[in-house]
């Protein structure tokens, strides 16, 4: 469709200049055109949309049509040689079409720009013509496109009586099982998809990444959160311009193992001298959700129990002060570390969230800047380093770096949830979580397709979205540990591929960028399964352990509690993938009336995940697995799934808005706001009018309470000593 449009501009440029002006641009000269012999004056007629597909009579372009609208283009003026004189055209006319074939007007009235307009116009053309096509005009997406109406001819439940088929479509990895024979797909299938993952040059593109290429060329930056796991050994293979990566890494988590074990060890105190044993991480995005999904695995596993006995670790990233309030509730500023996680130390919330905790240690320490160098530490960007220097920050001993070709949604490996994690749980709880995510590194890079992990989960995913027509997905890990891992990949995957525009700067026409949510498994069962068993076709990926961080069997059950919650985690894919007919409903005695209620249509598609046990290593795997399915669909979609400029317009927007607010709160005459769109400005005008006084200071709305918190670590509350909680009656043993 885009040549169509581009042929359609191509003839409609001819209308308006003279052949040989296109055919030897070197004619067009000192702002004229030298013409064939034609009349003095001439207009020029042009059609709309309708008449321009049939022509006239029917027979080519630009003819009537009982629909099209007569445009006519000013007259055309010569000089007396009989050159056209493009500065004395008048250009309230017709400069082109739109990417929907629709004449473009240009008001502008300048003809230097007019005239600068169509030479761009015709200088472009061989550029528009080498773009690169969408990938859905490839004979590989149209395969799988014709391929997809057959598939939906046919039911999981049939599809699962072949055991060719089941026995094929599974895949492992050092204790990794992934089971997709609940997908909707054949064997033929997953041929169409790996034919268009070699179109696609997906493996090229995979290396192109690991290897420190400039894939992200919105931003001029690599991409190499791989590198943030990788082996002392490969130091020397990577280089970002001209230095080695991975050496820059191995500098980093070694200066963060030294500057935790000396926190852990007491080595490090506060202000007062007192030993730090609580840690408050201020950051937004994926400088919070990846270190606090990886927290909370850990606050359950073996080993990270024993070690952060004795330490506490909260996240603050909310700018809404409650989040602030809930923060510091009980916590004594003298025991407390603040790390700021922010790579330019420049985002609004994050630094909003960090002056806060700055006022809050000075509110009980002094207004000392040596209490900024005891109490907090920085991980930025180099490039932010001054900035951190502005904050107050020991920048010799308690500055983190990071770098550009890492995106926040991709930091955790690094000092974002280095810093964090070791300090609560040390260092080398920390290092085997990066070993794990190495080994699913090492995977996605060198396994073959069909037995890639990543890969397939990915093109299951590109499957699902842009064939199947699933515009969501569900990640149910059947692991309370695991609670705030849907949260993270949903904005890892959701921020990474929510794209319409493709790599080579070209308007996609299919569907990409799933919704992804989920929750953990059983507590999701009782929420949103009704719709993805009976409403919307949701696809879901089950997570599973084959044994639990701490199982129980109590002395009256035949059964674990482990064991009953994986019989779920083994039962959901086949009930979404077989569903239940009238037949079998009517089988159990139910009332007719009731039958088409209890029906099931099935036909749902759905993948699992086995893995040994959820530990460090393991939470790894995960990551890194879900990590390079992003990048997979990315690749094969043509987008850029590493930057994300969707989110700049709300935050200029907010800065505009902040702006209003700053000057009525301060307005004395307490004028109404007019911020230029009359819907904005009335409900800024009743959060205003509504928010004045209600303090009863006068202060329209402005509290001027400088203390951060009201309730402290030093306001004591103690339970009542009579109480009838019946003492250890019923405490299990």
Same mark, same amino acid.
């Given at each position: 469709? &885009?040549?169509?449009?581009?042929?359609?501009?191509?003839?409609?440029?001819?209308?308006?200049?003279?052949?040989?002006?296109?055919?030897?641009?070197?004619?067009?000269? %000192?702002?004229?055109?030298?013409?064939?012999?034609?009349?003095?004056?001439?207009?020029?007629?042009?059609?709309?949309?309708?008449?321009?597909?049939?022509?006239?009579?029917?027979?080519?372009?630009?003819?009537? +049509?009982?629909?099209?609208?007569?445009?006519?283009?000013?007259?055309?003026?010569?000089?007396?040689?009989?050159?056209?004189?493009?500065? &004395?055209?008048?250009?309230?006319?017709?400069?082109?079409?739109? +990417?929907?074939?629709?004449?473009?007007?240009?008001?502008?009235?300048?003809?230097?720009?007019?005239?600068?307009?169509?030479?761009?116009?015709?200088?472009?053309?061989?550029?528009?013509?080498?773009?690169?096509?969408?990938?859905? $005009?490839?004979?590989?997406?149209?395969?799988?496109?014709?391929?997809?109406?057959?598939?939906?001819?046919?039911?999981?439940?049939?599809?699962?009586?072949?055991?060719?088929?089941?026995?094929?479509?599974?895949?492992?990895?050092?204790?990794?099982?992934?089971?997709?024979?609940?997908?909707?797909?054949?064997?033929?299938?997953?041929?169409?998809?790996?034919?268009?993952?070699?179109?696609?040059?997906?493996?090229?593109?995979?290396?192109?990444?690991?290897? *420190?290429?400039?894939?992200?060329?919105?931003?001029?930056?690599?991409?190499?959160?791989?590198?943030?796991?990788?082996?002392?050994?490969?130091? #020397?293979?990577? @280089?970002?311009?001209?230095?080695?990566?991975?050496?820059?890494?191995?500098?980093?988590?070694?200066?963060?193992?030294?500057?935790?074990?000396?926190?852990?060890? *007491?080595?490090?105190?506060?202000?007062?001298?007192?030993?730090?044993?609580?840690?408050?991480?201020?950051?937004?995005?994926?400088?919070?959700?990846?270190?606090?999904?990886?927290?909370?695995?850990?606050?359950?596993?073996?080993? #990270?129990?024993?070690?952060?006995?004795?330490?506490?670790?909260?996240?603050?990233?909310?700018?809404?002060?409650?989040?602030?309030?809930?923060?510091?509730?009980?916590?004594?500023?003298?025991?407390?570390?603040?790390?700021?996680?922010?790579?330019?130390?420049?985002?609004?919330?994050?630094?909003?969230?960090?002056?806060?905790?700055?006022? /809050?240690?000075?509110?009980?320490?002094?207004?000392?800047?040596?209490?900024?160098?005891?109490?907090?530490?920085?991980?930025?960007?180099? $490039?932010?380093?001054? =900035?951190?220097?502005?904050?107050?920050?020991?920048?010799?001993?308690?500055?983190?770096?990071?770098?550009? /070709?890492?995106?926040?949604?991709? $930091?955790?490996?690094?000092?974002?949830?280095?810093?964090?994690?070791?300090?609560?749980?040390?260092?080398?709880?920390?290092?085997?979580?990066?070993?794990?995510?190495?080994?699913?590194?090492?995977?996605?890079? =060198?396994?073959?397709?069909?037995?890639?992990?990543?890969?397939?989960?990915?093109?299951?995913?590109?499957?699902?979205?842009?064939?199947? *027509?699933?515009?969501?997905?569900?990640?149910?890990?059947?692991?309370?540990?695991?609670?705030?891992?849907?949260?993270?990949?949903?904005?890892?995957?959701?921020?990474?591929? *929510?794209?319409?525009?493709?790599?080579? #700067?070209?308007?996609?026409?299919?569907?990409?960028?799933?919704?992804?949510?989920?929750?953990?498994?059983?507590?999701?069962?009782?929420?949103?399964?009704?719709?993805?068993?009976?409403?919307?076709?949701?696809?879901?990926?089950?997570?599973?352990?084959?044994?639990?961080?701490?199982?129980?069997?109590?002395?009256?059950?035949?059964?674990?509690?482990?064991?009953?919650?994986?019989?779920?985690?083994?039962?959901?894919?086949?009930?979404?993938?077989?569903?239940?007919?009238?037949?079998?409903?009517?089988?159990?005695?139910?009332?007719?009336?009731?039958?088409? +209620?209890?029906?099931?249509?099935?036909?749902?598609?759905?993948?699992?995940?086995? @893995?040994?046990?959820?530990?460090?290593?393991?939470?790894?795997?995960?990551?890194?697995?879900?990590?390079?399915?992003?990048?997979?669909?990315?690749?094969?979609?043509?987008? %850029?799934?590493?930057? &994300?400029?969707?989110?700049?317009?709300?935050?200029?927007?907010?800065?505009?808005?902040?702006?209003?607010?700053?000057?009525?709160?301060?307005?004395?005459?307490?004028?109404?706001?007019?911020?230029?769109?009359?819907?904005? $400005?009335?409900?800024?005008?009743?959060?205003?009018?509504?928010?004045?006084?209600?303090?009863?200071?006068?202060?329209?709305?402005?509290?001027?309470?400088?203390?951060?918190?009201?309730?402290?670590?030093?306001?004591?509350?103690?339970?009542?000593?009579?109480?009838?909680? #019946?003492?250890?009656?019923?405490?299990?043993?």
């Amino acid at each position: 469709m &885009q040549y169509q449009a581009l042929l359609k501009q191509i003839c409609f440029v001819l209308h308006l200049l003279p052949v040989q002006s296109l055919l030897f641009p070197s004619l067009i000269t %000192n702002n004229i055109i030298k013409p064939l012999p034609c009349r003095p004056t001439q207009q020029y007629a042009l059609y709309s949309k309708a008449s321009s597909r049939t022509g006239r009579n029917g027979k080519g372009f630009g003819g009537m +049509h009982p629909t099209s609208k007569k445009i006519r283009y000013p007259d055309i003026v010569y000089d007396e040689d009989g050159n056209v004189q493009l500065n &004395q055209i008048d250009h309230s006319g017709i400069i082109g079409l739109d +990417h929907n074939e629709q004449l473009i007007g240009d008001h502008s009235h300048q003809p230097r720009q007019q005239r600068n307009r169509v030479r761009k116009f015709i200088s472009n053309i061989p550029k528009r013509l080498s773009k690169p096509p969408l990938v859905s $005009s490839t004979s590989e997406w149209r395969k799988l496109q014709r391929h997809a109406e057959k598939i939906k001819s046919l039911h999981l439940r049939d599809l699962l009586k072949d055991s060719e088929r089941c026995d094929s479509m599974w895949a492992d990895h050092d204790g990794v099982y992934y089971d997709y024979s609940r997908q909707q797909a054949t064997l033929e299938t997953m041929d169409l998809l790996f034919d268009l993952a070699e179109r696609q040059d997906l493996v090229k593109r995979i290396h192109a990444m690991v290897n *420190g290429e400039k894939i992200n060329f919105t931003e001029d930056r690599a991409v190499l959160h791989t590198a943030l796991r990788a082996s002392k050994d490969d130091i #020397g293979t990577v @280089f970002v311009d001209e230095e080695d990566v991975i050496k820059e890494v191995h500098e980093v988590l070694d200066q963060i193992k030294k500057f935790t074990e000396a926190f852990r060890s *007491g080595e490090i105190t506060g202000y007062t001298g007192k030993r730090m044993r609580n840690i408050v991480s201020v950051g937004i995005g994926g400088s919070y959700l990846g270190p606090e999904f990886l927290a909370e695995v850990l606050k359950t596993e073996e080993e #990270g129990i024993n070690s952060s006995l004795g330490y506490s670790l909260r996240f603050l990233a909310n700018v809404d002060p409650v989040d602030v309030e809930r923060t510091c509730a009980d916590l004594d500023p003298e025991e407390t570390l603040i790390i700021i996680v922010s790579k330019t130390f420049t985002t609004a919330e994050t630094m909003l969230n960090a002056r806060t905790m700055r006022q /809050w240690l000075w509110d009980f320490m002094g207004d000392d800047i040596e209490v900024v160098r005891k109490h907090v530490v920085a991980c930025s960007s180099v $490039s932010a380093t001054e =900035n951190v220097k502005k904050f107050g920050v020991d920048t010799e001993n308690y500055f983190f770096r990071f770098w550009d /070709w890492v995106g926040g949604r991709y $930091s955790v490996c690094g000092a974002a949830g280095a810093v964090p994690i070791s300090l609560l749980y040390g260092y080398d709880l920390f290092e085997k979580f990066l070993e794990g995510a190495r080994s699913m590194d090492q995977h996605f890079i =060198n396994a073959p397709m069909r037995k890639n992990i990543p890969i397939i989960m990915g093109l299951l995913g590109v499957w699902n979205s842009s064939f199947m *027509g699933y515009n969501s997905r569900a990640l149910i890990p059947y692991a309370q540990a695991l609670l705030r891992l849907p949260a993270h990949i949903q904005q890892l995957d959701m921020e990474s591929n *929510g794209k319409r525009i493709s790599r080579h #700067g070209i308007e996609i026409d299919y569907p990409v960028g799933e919704v992804d949510f989920g929750e953990p498994g059983t507590n999701s069962q009782h929420s949103f399964f009704q719709l993805i068993h009976q409403g919307q076709t949701i696809p879901v990926d089950f997570l599973g352990f084959v044994q639990s961080q701490h199982d129980l069997l109590m002395d009256s059950e035949q059964i674990s509690s482990h064991d009953e919650l994986m019989s779920n985690f083994f039962a959901q894919p086949d009930a979404l993938a077989n569903g239940k007919t009238p037949d079998e409903v009517r089988a159990e005695g139910c009332p007719e009336e009731l039958v088409m +209620h209890k029906v099931f249509d099935g036909n749902r598609p759905s993948s699992s995940l086995l @893995f040994p046990q959820l530990s460090a290593y393991v939470t790894g795997q995960i990551l890194s697995l879900y990590e390079h399915r992003t990048a997979v669909q990315g690749f094969i979609w043509d987008l %850029n799934s590493f930057d &994300q400029w969707g989110v700049e317009l709300g935050k200029k927007l907010a800065v505009d808005i902040k702006g209003h607010l700053l000057k009525a709160r301060y307005d004395p005459k307490r004028r109404p706001v007019d911020t230029g769109s009359p819907a904005t $400005s009335r409900i800024l005008n009743y959060y205003l009018q509504n928010g004045r006084d209600t303090d009863g200071s006068g202060n329209n709305g402005i509290k001027t309470l400088t203390s951060v918190t009201r309730l402290t670590h030093r306001d004591k509350h103690f339970p009542p000593e009579i109480h009838d909680l #019946g003492g250890n009656v019923g405490k299990l043993s």
